[in-house]
């Protein structure tokens, strides 16, 4: 497989023109493909008209799920940003609080705001001890708080749920009612489904009874059985068509909600003109699991201008007569890769344009018979008029544009809405570099002459030639993007085994030969009172403020990466960096104590919107049933392990521990 291109089944649908055809294969497409000859439009549009028909006496749909109350906010959520619930943005790991404001005005900046966010929790570190994806939930302070902020500020919220874990601790109750207990206690008003197209009916009627409302978001390919049920889903890798074909889910239920992203991509033009055309949204998603895939300024552009047009008009887009790839378009600019929805309700009528070039389009590029009324281009806010020859306008290359018509008995609110976006300057950003944000590795501590770390081991100063190994996860080693523009990773490339080859200067310092014991840990505790600024989790396998007899010489776990630093700096030390440790594991005396956990190290890396640190050693923990799980068992010393750090002490864990450098 080319990981470049598209697979067979990614490849949008054709549909067959005949006279006999039976289209009822176009029920299982995700894009309706457009055809090639211009000619073939007017034939097009009848056999979608044709397989539409079909399909409901198929499917024998009523359509009452999305008539039910408090699940509306679903059909004009234009805009849903996934976010790592730690995400820097959101929470401030200095203070140990959520900043909801901050990530709003984020986004409005960015992004011209969300309607719906998505609280992404577990993976990538799930795996790392026994806690389940509820725990991962449940264990966060503020988390309640947090949601009740985000309804405040306007937003949506979804809660991520991951079929995949079926390894970790198995509670007393079933995912569907885990689940439904964090949807009740949380307030949550969506279920994003990852890696499921469709919930179990079992799981969906579990989350109804306990909220009527909620709203669950399928990932790719929504069965036609399901939009009944599933008032939104979203559609992570797709191939178009040059002239943008249609979303199947979308075009059997306008009021079904589609989200557009390819998370990987440093061009998101394509999603988003599928998604103009298509009166849909997106699903906008930067870092994606602790790897900054940020979007550039021209797309960032786009979407602000889009979702003030959505937003003002869904109406129209939801309710309206929709004229897929319009006839109005003239050749010329249809030549040049222009092409557009158009979209009729009372009065209004709306055109959905896009450019496919990268240059400019600019001349004539409506032809309307619709020539009474007032008009207005509602994305870039320049005045226009159309007159005999047509709409005169300026599509940019790898853009999109808004020209709203507003006849003589449209309402005054659609008046006044198309006169304040027809008319508020919004400019078309050209600029589509990639915005790079490397993570970099915070600076590592000095250590004082006199340190006091107990046996150790000498490592040597100078070069060292390191061969590290690790496993290809979506997360990436260091900062870069594993999966940069491609399509879906799939096994064996999605988790297999990368070697790098790293030559690295060393300082020359002295590594312990152990873990730091609980008995060492408690010393420190008594002898300077220390207490972490937040305290959930720590030590929690102590009793009483001690730790239980028997394992005073196992490594302390339940210790986070302040937790560790306080100990080393009180010692007169640090942490050793991933390079020391490794170098140190190949030296004679170094031992691992028993139960086994991983070595957390000083090589901790921030980007500005997530933080990771790198593990070494391994644990006697592992995970079974899902490749998605955090690595566990005992590791060689050339394997590394990334893990992406959390808030709220949830770092700590049973599993790891550390050993101090001086």
Known sequence: ??????????????????????????????????????????????????????????????????????????????????????????????????????FVRHGIDDFGGYDAVVLWHAYPVIGIDDRNQFDYYRDVPGLRELIDDLHRLGLKVFFDYNPWDVGTRRAARSDADEFAALVTDYAVDGVFLDTLKEGDPAFTRALRAANPAIAFEGESRLPMARIGDHALSWAQWFADTKAPGVLRAHLFERRHMMHHTRRWNRDHSDELQSAWVNGVGMLVWESVFSVWVGWNARDRATLRRMVAAQRAFAPVLINGDWIQLTP??????????????????????????????????????????DQVGDWYDVTSGVPITADDDGVHLVVPGRGVAGIVRVGATAGSNCRATARRLGTLPRSHVKDSAFPMSPARRIEVPEVSADASIGPAVAVP???????????????????????????????????????????????????????VTNDQYAEFVAATGYRPRIPNRFLKHWVDGAPVAGTEDHPVTYVDLPDARAYAAWRGGRLPTEDEWQVAAGLDGFTRAEPLVWNLTESEHRDGRSRFCILKGGSYYVAEGSDWYADGGPKDPEVSFKLVLTGGGLDRAGTIGFRVAG
């Open 1 to 102: 497989m080319n990981p470049l291109e598209p697979r067979p089944i990614d490849l949008p649908a054709k549909v067959d023109l005949g006279l006999r055809a039976d289209l009822a294969f176009l029920d299982d497409a995700k894009i309706l493909g457009a055809p090639e000859d211009p000619a073939d439009l007017p034939r097009w549009r009848g056999k979608l008209a044709e397989w539409l028909i079909g399909a409901y006496d198929r499917t024998q749909y009523d359509g009452t799920h999305y008539e039910d109350p408090g699940r509306e906010w679903t059909q004009t959520a234009y805009s849903v940003a996934l976010v790592w619930l730690w995400d820097d943005q959101l929470y401030d790991v200095e203070t140990g609080k959520f900043t909801p404001e901050k």
């Open 461 to 515: 100063a100078g070069e060292h030639a390191l061969m590290v190994r690790h496993r290809r996860r979506e997360t990436g080693l260091y900062d870069q993007a594993p999966y940069v523009d491609e399509w879906k990773p799939l096994p064996p490339r999605l988790h297999d085994l990368r070697t790098v080859r790293r030559e690295v200067t060393l300082p020359g310092i002295s590594v312990a030969v152990s873990e």
């Open 328 to 369: 109005e378009v003239p050749d010329k600019a249809r030549e040049h890769g222009v092409y557009g929805s158009r979209w009729d309700l009372a009065d209004i009528t709306f055109w959905t344009l896009i450019n496919r070039d990268e240059q400019d389009f600019e001349g004539i590029v409506l032809r309307s018979e």
